[in-house]
Nanobody, 115 residues
Framework: QVQLVESGGGLVQPGGSLTLSCGASGISFSIYRMGWYRQTPGKQRELVATITSSSSRTYTDSVKGRFTISRDNTKNTVYLQMNSLKPEDTAVYYC?????????WGQGTQVTVSS
């Protein structure tokens, strides 16, 4: 059974930083391209960053230069370092494979950027 557990969200002021973590179980983590997605009420889930098994990375334009995705295959964990946070980064953040391979999603972690 695939399980994805996100953590690390919280309330932060504009310009602040957070690091999100996502632990995966039930999959051969190291072979999958992984990604961080985010969703706000009434909007579709958006893919913001991806990392391949060999650590090639991509980012959506709105987070380039501010977010860094990384992974530790020994811990089955993917991370998202978020710097210079903006109010528009406020969302629930999820991790999953890219493309979505399994039907499971974690509970997500809420990130709120507000003064």
């Amino acid at each position: 059974q695939v399980q994805l557990v996100e953590s690390g969200g919280g309330l932060v002021q504009p310009g602040g930083s957070l690091t999100l973590s996502c632990g995966a179980s039930g999959i051969s983590f190291s072979i999958y391209r992984m990604g961080w997605y985010r969703q706000t009420p009434g909007k579709q889930r958006e893919l913001v960053a991806t990392i391949t098994s060999s650590s090639s990375r991509t980012y959506t334009d709105s987070v380039k230069g501010r977010f860094t995705i990384s992974r530790d295959n020994t811990k089955n964990t993917v991370y998202l370092q978020m710097n210079s946070l903006k109010p528009e980064d406020t969302a629930v953040y999820y991790c999953n494979t890219v493309p979505i391979t399994f039907g499971s999603w974690g509970q997500g972690t809420q990130v709120t950027v507000s003064s």
